[in-house]
Structures are given as structure tokens and as C-alpha cells.
């Protein structure tokens, strides 16, 4: 069973400073849960911590549970207006120690709750979006630093059209990046950053393929830019 955990509710409001969290470990929990109680014009941005509340990094994206749906809405909560009486789930990395709610912008008083979502149990699967992002006509997409430390399997899909590239890089302490893989122009490619697997240095083959990688613990993607198209890509992660 998991650790008991003490629900906190809290004001996002005044300044971006302004915090509402909890101490929610992955080995305990699948997901931390959230409930909006009343929204105001504060936005909201969820991060999760994997060193006891030290650092913050973007948490995988939330799931909306409060409507039922075949089809449930999963989005980023990255500078989000809330809306009263909605309630996310957000699955957690394994190392997660803490997760919380930051204020992004400032403005009337946004109230939240938070506490634990679904225990975790070994051998029921967690499964979690890090980044999904189409970008505009003409724009590079960059997912920044992303951190795969708590992951088993993380699955990273590409549309990259024709005259574009893509590249994974591996980022080390120092926050150095260095391409270790090149994705080409394709209608679709995934690669699979797995726990164990043939290390792969070269470009990934043709559409439909998969490479299976070495497992990353800091990554970072990036897609380049064409002219009057656009690129996507969608990371999928896994424990």
C-alpha cells in the first residue's frame, strides 16, 4: 500500500512565485492528482521533483478525469487557465519525490487541491506524454532538456516531411548536448530509447522503422525547419 498522503489546497494568485505542492514519491504513486476549486486568471504550470523539492522540471501531461470519455483530453499544464471544478491526474516518474502546481502568470486567485492519484503497482504499466507538439509552417521545433531518468521505455515519434531532418541528442551533467542520433525526412519514424538494446550511432532508417537506442537519462530533440510545412513530434514514455 502506498505512503499516506496529507492533501494540500492552496492559492495560486499574486505573484509566480506562488506554489501549492505536495512530497509524493513514484514508487508509491502512478499519478498525483489535482482538482481546481475555483479558477481565477492566475495560470497554472505542473512540475514535478526528482531530488526532495530542490529542482523542478516539467511534469508529463495531465490527464482531464473529472469527464467521462473514450477519449479523454491529455495536454500540457504549461501556463494553463484552470477551469472551476476540473480535475487532472498526472502520471509521475519513478524517481518523483515531489510534485506541484506553480504560478505562471499573476491575476485573480486561482484555488487548488492536491493529493495522491492511482498507487502504483508492479506490473501495471504507467504510461505518460512528455512533449506533443506540432509546430507552426517554417518552425524548428525544440523540446529543450528533458529529463528520462524515471522512465523504462521512452518512444519518440517524428513527422518530419520532405527536405527536413531531425536529431536526438544526449545531454550529459554539464548540460552539453551531443547528436547521437539523426532523423530523416519521413512521413513517420519511431525510435525507442530502451533500457536495454544495441546502441545505435547512425540515422535512424526510413519510414515505418524503428532503432532501438541506448536508454538516455537527459535527452534533448529538436526537428529543423521547411519551408511552407510543418514537423512533429510526440514522445511517449513508459515504467
Keep these: 500500500m502506498p505512503a499516506p498522503l496529507i492533501l494540500n489546497s492552496g492559492t495560486l494568485a499574486t505573484v509566480t512565485t506562488d506554489a501549492v505542492g505536495i512530497a ?8 498525483a492528482r489535482f482538482t481546481v476549486l475555483q479558477a481565477g486568471t492566475a495560470t ?3 512540475q514535478v521533483s526528482i531530488d526532495g523539492g530542490v529542482n523542478y522540471i516539467p511534469a508529463p501531461y495531465a490527464k482531464k478525469v473529472s469527464a467521462v470519455s473514450a477519449n479523454p483530453t491529455v495536454q500540457a499544464i504549461s501556463a494553463t487557465t484552470l477551469v472551476t471544478a476540473d480535475a487532472w491526474e498526472v502520471p509521475l516518474p519513478g524517481n518523483c519525490t515531489n510534485f506541484r502546481l506553480l504560478c505562471a502568470a499573476s491575476g485573480t486567485a486561482t484555488q487548488v487541491s492536491l493529493t495522491g492519484g492511482a498507487p502504483y503497482v508492479i506490473g501495471v504499466p504507467v504510461a505518460a506524454v512528455l512533449y506533443d507538439v506540432l509546430s507552426a509552417v517554417n518552425t524548428a521545433l525544440d523540446t529543450g532538456v528533458l529529463d528520462f531518468s ?4 521512452v518512444s519518440v515519434f517524428y513527422t518530419t516531411p520532405a527536405g527536413g531532418s531531425g536529431a536526438i541528442k544526449q545531454v550529459d551533467d554539464a548540460g552539453t548536448a551531443v547528436s547521437i542520433l539523426t532523423v530523416p525526412a519521413s512521413a513517420g519514424v519511431l525510435v525507442m530509447l530502451a533500457e536495454a538494446g544495441p546502441t545505435s550511432t547512425t540515422a535512424v532508417a526510413t519510414s515505418g522503422a524503428v532503432s532501438v537506442g541506448m536508454r538516455l537519462k537527459r535527452a534533448q530533440l529538436t526537428s529543423a525547419q521547411v519551408a511552407a510545412v510543418t514537423s512533429r513530434i510526440r514522445i511517449e514514455a513508459f515504467r
Excluded: L, N, V
Design 24 to 31: 509524493i514519491a513514484g514508487s508509491d504513486y502512478a499519478t
Design 44 to 46: 497554472a504550470t505542473a
Design 150 to 153: 524515471g522512465w523504462t521505455i
